[in-house]
Every structure is written in C-alpha cells, then in structure tokens.
C-alpha cells in the first residue's frame, strides 16, 4: 500500500497557496500519476511547508473570465475539485493554517479532512463581491446542515478547528502533541483504503432539511440582506445558490457556475475586488524597514510607547498599542483627563473580556501594561511617543520641543492631528530628530476605526515611514502614507464635503434629516451632519477658530475665508452650545434612553436656527443633486491631492474614504466611483456648471489632472496604470 502525497508549496511560492493555474495544474496531473500507478492506494493532499492549506483562488485571474466555458475545462478549479471528489482511490485533505474559498472547496471534495488547531475553514468570496463557484455553496450545506452553512457564506466568516469537527466539516483534529499532522493523515489515508467511497463522496450526500425548514431558512435570511441596490446583489446570488443544493450535485453546481459569474461580471463585484486589492496597494512597502528596528521587534512586550493626551482619540490609540503588546504610558497634566481616560480604557478592556472578544490573561496583561501619568519626564525610555491633545499649534510644538529633549535620540515622535501642518510641527525638534518625526493620524474612536493615515513631512526619513508602515499594520490598521497638508487627503476632502451641506441647509434644500438621507440612500454609512454630531461639531469650529474665520474672533486669519461661507456650522456650537453627541445635541438631538444615547433625532431648535438662514425661499433639489453637488467636490479634491503629490495613487485614496469615512465598498471608493459610475466627462462638465454658479468657490474649480484625464479620455486609474502621472507630479516616495 502507496499513499501518494500532494504537496502544494511543492509548486507555489506563496505561503497562502492560492489556486492559480499552476497549483491548479500540479493537482491535477498528480491525480493522474495517482490514478495510473497501481502501487497508489490513497492520496493526502497537503499545504506543505507553507503552514496554510489554501487561502482560495487567485482572485486576479476573475478578471480575465468572460462566461461560465473560462471556469470549467482542462485544470479549472471546477474540474480539479470534480475529479477529486470522483477520485476512485480514497484522497485525504491534512489541513493546517487556512482552508478558505477555493480552498474550502478542493478540502470539501475529498474524502477525509483531517486538520490540527490551526485549521480555519470558511467561505468568505462575498468580501470581495463574489459567490462561492467550485461548489461550495452545494457541498457545505450538505455537510454541516443548511443554516449554519448559509450563516458561513453570507457572512464570509471562518470557523476554528475545534468547532469545525463539532460540526463535522473535518473528521479529526490531530492532538497538539503525539503524531504530526501530515502522519496522521497518512494513517487515515490507509484506513480509508479499507471503506467503501460512495458514502464518503460530499456531493452524493442528501441535504438534511425538509422543504418547509428551507422555505423558513431561506425567507429569514432574505429579510436580513441589504437591498440589491445597496450592495446586496452577491449576497443575494449568494443565497440563490444555496437553494440549489436541494437539486442534485450536478445541476446544482451549474446553478452555482452561472449566478458566480454573475457576480464576477457585476459592477458590486468588481468594485468590491477593486477595493480589495486597493487595500493591498496602500500597504505595499514603499522601502526596506531598518533591520532590528525596537519597534519591529517579535516580542515587543519589552518596548515602551506613550500617548500624550488622555481625551477620547488618545484613550482609543492607547487601547490599541495595548493590544498589540506595549508597556503603554498614557500621559495628561489634567489628572481629571487622566481618571477618566484610564476608566476608560480598564473598561473597555473588561467588557471585551466579559464579551468574549479577548481572554482573561490578555486582558490583565493590558491592565499591568498601562502606565497613567502626569509627567512627560517618565517617557525617557520610550521608543515611540504619539501627541493627541487639542488641535493647537502652540501647544502642541510646547510638547515636541519637551520631548525632544526628554526621550531617547532613536525615539520615533508622532502627532495625531487630524489637519495641522507636520512640518511647523516638526520644527520645535531638533534637526537630528525631524527625520523621526511624522503624522500617525488614527480616526475616531481610533480603537474601532481601521483607517491611519502615515503622514510624511519634508523632512520625515524613508525609514521612518516603514517602520511606520510595518507597525501600523501590526497594530491590526489600515495605512495609507500621504503627504503634508491641510488636512493631508481624508479632512482636506472633507472640507468642502461639510461645508457645502451646511449650505445647501442655509439654501433651503432640505431639512438636516433630509439631507443626510440623500447620503445614506447613496450608500454612506451615516449623512454628513451625523457623522459631524459623531466626531463632535467643536473639532471643526476650533479648527475654523483657529484659522481666523469664526465671525468676531479674535485670531487672525492664516488663509482667506472662504466667500461662501455656513455661519451656521458656527452659531449651533459658538451659541447653542450643541457640540455633537457627546454633549447630547448637535445637528440632531440625542436621548441616552434611546439606540444609548446614539440615535440621532430631530431638533426643533436646529430646524428653527436653520429657517433664519434660509434667504429667499427653499430651493428643490433631487436627492441625485444634492451627492452631486456635495461629492463632485469632494473628488475633484482628490485629484488636486493626487495632482501635489499629496496621495501615491488614486486607490489610495478611494482606501481612506473607505475605511475612514464609511464610503460604500460597493461604489469602489471616490476615485472609482468617479471613474466608473459618474464618468469623467460627467464630473468635469458638472463641476465647469458649479463653478459658473458659484464662481467664488475654490472647490469647483476642475482640477488640471481631471481636465487631462478627459482630454486623453482614460480614467485616472489608467492614468497612473501607464505611469503618465510619473511626467507630472513628484510623488510622496520621489520627496523622502
């Protein structure tokens, strides 16, 4: 008896294995090997070396599938997988690390499954906008019972080893301790050889649930998903197939076939894999880290950070280095700032302990990690120290200048401010320090929130910005490294997003309910308005204070004011003392009885303030006019960022509005958005008609990069695809 071994990283160099066509074609010609030599009784497939099974298919071929004739022939998944499951010698799956996709599927097809505790099992293709199109949406169901596999493909999210055996997804989890996985599933192999293989064949197994449990399984789960119109059509498709898994494996798996390349082919799925790999752009090295970087150490538990600023966004960052394994010190002069950020922090880590989110041992951990303190003198061993106190320039350099001398001559110092300028900052170090010196802008609350934005400066190091890249990723965020400016690329486009809702309110378009719904209806995760009560309305008014444009302020102007300018973004803080949700009234009113205190609802004495600044009578805009007007600004200054050089690419881009700003996935992203939904010609036509309306507005004027791209008629993907940007604009890499 001969157990023939596959062994996947015997052809990928990929730890992931993704199932592209080579590994596709490896499988397949060894189970021809197998099938031919008689010696064979059994075959194990395995990740190998790479300590994952399989992470799923090579979702960049997606893009070269025309029709459901590209997926099934000679070496496509469909065929690998339908071969093995009709194999006639027994075939093991040893799984280690991710069985995920693609993955699940090769693993659903054969005979056994054997894994040991680092199995993870899932199907998680509606992430990138697409369905399950190997059978997975036929062979789970089978296996683990309609509902828990319908929760699995809707939701895209994995289950353990442990919980997989318990559902009979996998046969054995080898102990940690004894025989290796690979041997164990060996000697599962030749027990196999002596069991019939009809009944161990996935697809010839009858689902478990009677008619009237599916009608109920599936009209339950339809009532759960988002609209079509909303992102919803692959969960959708998605739900679609699973009712197939009633018919025979044959037409079900047709069935499947067809409603994935749907989704492959939809709008949903390509902006959802747009963003995906958007992602992994954003996060691609732009250099070597330094080797032996403290901060890149594996056990980082002896490193020092510190946060300086105990409010809410330092309290948030504090939690996160905690998390990652820090000796934190959380810094406040204000001892009562401190109290309250300290309880803050001890408890959210014991309601993520009671909630099962973290274990016990971590969470104690976290709480002997944090160090509060009233004195910047006890950071003088501290590898990294990042400031989120108030939007004050002076304050601000007061704290640089200290740190400065206080902390070690390697230390790496950060600002989180959210729109000032990181090179005066910069200036109150010493010129031996300014090349550690960088934004690390984190988004509120920074404990939930993915997006960080890795501000460079003029005189930030390219080392600097990798160890900054590497650790923010280690962290568990999502950087993006922009350049220096007001407001870098999120807040810089935010500002003509917040002001011109203001002023379609003082237009008379709308009521502050109606308008933010013309955004949610868009596809935002929340209006304007609200996601301003949610930050807290005083951010922008003292940043505005700050700048000299608050009526009778007494600071003088650093730019000009802008001609068209919402007074009543000032009046609802400066004289109703509405500051957002955290005072309890902003745009909306907000009762702690009520959603816990988050809910927004109408206020009477907003509508009344708004009505004093309605001039002339209401104006009647669709809820089409009214995106328009506020998010064709919004990308045209995002290719006025890209024109400076301030963002790399305009994927980037579309990653902070995504992650930081609740833009839709299934729209791509503003840049995306613009490119494939709106058109450029559109946009550029619209924002010439905006600018002859309101010619005092800067952010109507059409970008120069825009005006190329449709001179040139290519997207600005294209653009920067063919490296025509490369001509023009210096980029963030070219400066450091």
């Known amino acids: 008896m001969t157990v023939h071994l596959i ?48 992470a799923g298919a090579d979702i960049k071929e997606f893009g070269n599938l025309k029709d459901a004739s590209a997926v099934s022939g000679v070496f496509s998944l469909v065929d690998v997988v339908h071969k093995i499951e009709n194999f006639p010698k027994p075939v ?98 030749e027990w196999a050889e002596l069991m019939p293989l009809d009944d161990r064949r996935v697809g010839s197994l009858k689902i478990r649930e009677t008619a009237e449990e599916l009608d109920m399984i599936f009209s339950s789960a339809a009532k759960r998903l988002p609209s079509p119109k909303k992102g919803g059509q692959g969960l959708f498709a998605a739900l679609e197939a699973v009712k197939a898994c009633s018919m025979p494996i044959e037409e079900g798996c047709k069935a499947e076939l067809r409603l994935f390349m749907r989704t492959v082919a939809g709008a949903e799925g390509k902006a959802k894999r747009h963003a995906f790999f958007a992602v992994r752009k954003a996060q691609k090295p732009l250099g070597t880290p330094p080797a032996g970087h403290p901060l890149l150490e594996k056990n980082i538990s002896s490193q020092c950070a510190a946060v300086v600023g105990a409010g809410l966004m330092g309290s948030g960052i504090c939690m996160v280095l905690l998390q990652a394994g820090f000796t934190v010190y959380l810094v406040d002069v204000y001892k009562q700032s401190l109290d309250k950020g300290v309880t803050f922090i001890r408890s959210t880590i014991q309601s993520y302990v009671n909630r099962g989110k973290m274990s016990k041992e971590k969470g104690a951990s976290m709480q002997k990690s944090l160090k509060p303190t009233q004195r910047l003198e006890d950071l003088a061993t501290c590898s990294l120290v990042v400031e989120a ?112 809702t203001a002023l379609l309110l003082e237009e008379g378009a709308g009521t502050v309910a109606s308008v ?12 304007p308005l609200q996601m301003g009560d949610m930050a807290g309305l005083d951010i922008g008014y003292n940043i505005r204070k700050q700048r000299g444009w608050i009526s009778g302020g007494s600071a003088s102007r650093s730019k000009p004011r802008p001609a068209r300018y919402p007074e009543v973004a000032d009046v609802i803080v400066a004289d109703l003392k509405r500051l957002g949700q955290k005072s309890g009234k902003g745009w909306y ?30 104006v009647s805009l669709s809820d089409a006019e009214i995106v328009e007007r506020v998010l064709f600004p919004l990308v045209n200054e995002g290719f006025k960022c890209l024109e400076e050089g301030i ?90």
């Open 7 to 54: 062994d996947f990283s015997t052809v990928s160099d990929n730890p992931l294995n993704p199932l592209g066509l080579k590994l596709r074609k490896y499988i397949w010609e060894e189970l021809v090997k197998a099938s031919e030599n008689e010696q064979v009784t059994s075959v194990v497939l395995t990740g190998g070396k790479s300590g994952n099974f399989s």
């Open 389 to 500: 106190v108030i939007e004050d320039m002076k304050i601000k350099k007061n704290i640089f200048s200290a740190l400065d001398r206080i902390t070690s001559p390697s230390c790496i110092i950060l600002s989180n401010t959210s729109t000032l300028d990181i090179d005066e900052m910069a200036s109150a170090v010493s010129p031996s320090r300014k090349s550690l010196f960088a934004g690390w802008h984190f988004f509120s609350p920074a404990h939930v929130m993915k997006l960080v934005e890795i501000v460079a400066g003029k005189a930030t190091s390219l080392d600097t910005v990798c160890v900054l890249q590497s650790l923010t990723r280690r962290i568990g965020k999502t950087g993006v490294v922009v350049g220096n400016c007001d407001g870098f690329v999120g807040n810089r486009m935010l500002i003509s997003y917040s002001a011109e």
């Open 589 to 618: 009113d907000y009762d702690k009885t009520v959603g816990k205190g988050r809910k927004p609802l109408p206020s009477k004495e907003v509508d009344a303030l708004v009505k004093k600044y309605v001039k002339g009578g209401s």
């Open 92 to 189: 093991v799956a040893a799984i280690r690390g991710n069985a995920l996709g693609g993955g699940l599927e090769v693993a659903l097809s054969c005979h056994y499954r054997v894994s040991d505790n680092s199995g993870r099992f899932g199907l998680p293709e509606v992430h990138v906008g697409v369905i399950p199109g190997a059978g997975g949406t036929q062979r789970l169901p089978r296996l683990v019972g309609v509902q828990k596999a319908l929760t699995m493909i809707l939701t895209g999210q994995p289950v353990k080893a442990r919980e997989a055996k318990e559902l009979g997804l996998v046969d054995h989890v080898a102990a940690q301790k004894g025989a290796s996985l690979l041997s164990t599933a060996m000697q599962w192999a």
């Open 647 to 736: 963002a790399n690419q305009p994927s980037d881009i579309d990653v902070v509005y995504l992650y930081g700003y609740g833009w839709p996935v299934y729209r791509g992203g503003p840049m995306y958005w613009a490119d494939h939904e709106v058109g450029l010609d559109r946009l550029l036509s619209r924002l010439q008609t905006f600018s002859k309306q309101f010619p005092d507005t800067d952010y109507y004027i059409p970008s120069k990069l825009l005006e190329t791209c449709v001179t040139l008629q290519v997207s600005v993907e294209k653009y920067y695809d063919l490296g025509l940007h490369k001509k023009k604009t210096a980029g963030i890499v070219s400066k450091l």
């Open 516 to 527: 933010d719904k013309a955004f949610i209806n868009f596809g935002m995760a929340m209006g």
